[in-house]
């Protein structure tokens, strides 16, 4: 067998520093399996890697990307569910299987839980190695762009709409940075449970791609009084859900929208982790938050059938080589990228 090529983050920074590496082929242990990357979505875990600011033990060199959609090359001596030439998507918050959360079927709080491209080699690289468990069947009908555009931001979204909160038809449901790929899939999701969904963004293209998503009504998250906008399109009632992945100053005026009895769901924090809350009208209105990580295997699953029949749609903005991996590193940083950018290998 050959060398294999891998993009290496060698130094952080902004922008890191990146190395294309001849790497010797992976070999699997007795539960792992190799697969080789066919496409590989980037997203904003990434730049916080590049960056070296997450809250986690880091080692360098570190091949990024979480978002991984490829076909399985070479089995462990122990795997029997899978076979070579297997279409996988990949679960990136690795996983024990044993612990007790992940014993009840909640892998994404799983105690040794680990970031596949952040702690381990990730799959901007020809192949990556994952424990088999934390395979998921890619359906035919689905690419594998689509795959790697929709598997990470995607089924975040399902894991908020679907698993930690439920979305009922009729809810209000708002949707902040709705042109994201957590945000559009989160309308998309919303919109096939029939809810009413307003979201935010803050440039028209912004507005536009949200629109596109589904979204009823678009309200301009750089006006001061756009909390007000929300409450006026809900006849003052506000909220009954709101999905948040944006933190700081949003994470407060989230709060102005929210109905009585409603409910934030919260799964990242890129423009603050830390905020100041009011518990005074949180408990007299009965609110509640709710915090998310990652997903769960059957939220990818849901993710990929619903992406094969067709009722989500991957934002794809544009697909870059695997030697212009830095690039699309910078262009995601500089927010040129409307959309997803992913990496086809
Ligand atoms: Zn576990």
Redesign the pocket.
């Known amino acids: 067998m050959g060398l294999m090529k891998a993009v290496q983050l060698v130094a952080h920074g902004k922008p890191g520093t990146f190395r294309v590496a001849d790497l010797a082929p992976l070999q699997p242990g007795p539960d792992e399996v190799v697969v080789n990357v066919k496409a590989c979505g980037l997203n904003r875990l990434d730049l916080w890697l590049e960056e070296g600011t997450l809250p986690l033990q880091l080692q360098l060199p570190r091949t990024p990307g979480a978002e991984i959609a490829g076909v399985i090359s070479r089995l462990g001596s122990d795997v029997d569910d899978w076979r070579v030439g297997d279409r996988v998507a990949v679960q990136s918050n690795l996983?024990?299987?044993?612990?007790e959360?992940?014993l009840r079927g909640d892998?994404s709080i799983?105690?040794?839980?680990q970031l596949l491209g952040v702690q381990k080699d990730g799959g901007f690289a020809e192949e990556v190695l994952t424990p088999a468990r934390s395979l998921v069947k890619i359906p035919k009908d689905v690419s594998f762009e689509t795959s790697a555009a929709l598997t990470l931001a995607g089924s975040t979204a399902m894991h908020m709409l679907t698993n930690r909160a439920e979305v009922r038809s009729s809810d209000w449901v708002l949707i902040v940075a709705g042109a994201s790929g957590v945000g559009s899939a989160a309308i998309q999701i919303a919109k096939q449970f029939g809810a009413n969904v307003i979201a935010t963004a803050s440039t028209l293209e912004k507005r536009n791609v949200a629109m596109e998503a589904g979204a009823d009504h678009v309200v301009d998250s750089t006006s001061e009084t756009w909390p007000s906008e929300v409450r006026q399109l809900t006849d003052r009632r506000g909220v009954d859900m709101a999905i948040e992945h944006v933190g700081g100053k949003m994470f407060e005026q989230v709060f102005a929208c929210l109905a009585r009895g409603g409910t934030v769901v919260t799964c990242g924090a890129t423009a603050g982790r830390e905020v100041e809350m009011n518990l005074w009208p949180f408990f007299v209105k009965q609110q509640r938050l709710i915090g998310s990580y990652g997903r769960n295997r059957s939220d990818m699953t849901a993710t990929l059938e619903w992406a094969a029949l067709g009722k989500l749609k991957p934002m794809i903005h544009k697909t870059y080589s695997l030697a212009e991996t830095p690039q699309a590193f910078t262009d995601l940083r500089n927010r040129t990228v409307l959309g997803k950018a992913v990496i086809v290998v």
Not at 95 to 99: A, D, E, K, R, V
């Open positions: 996983f024990c299987g044993q612990c959360f992940c892998e799983c105690l040794k839980g």
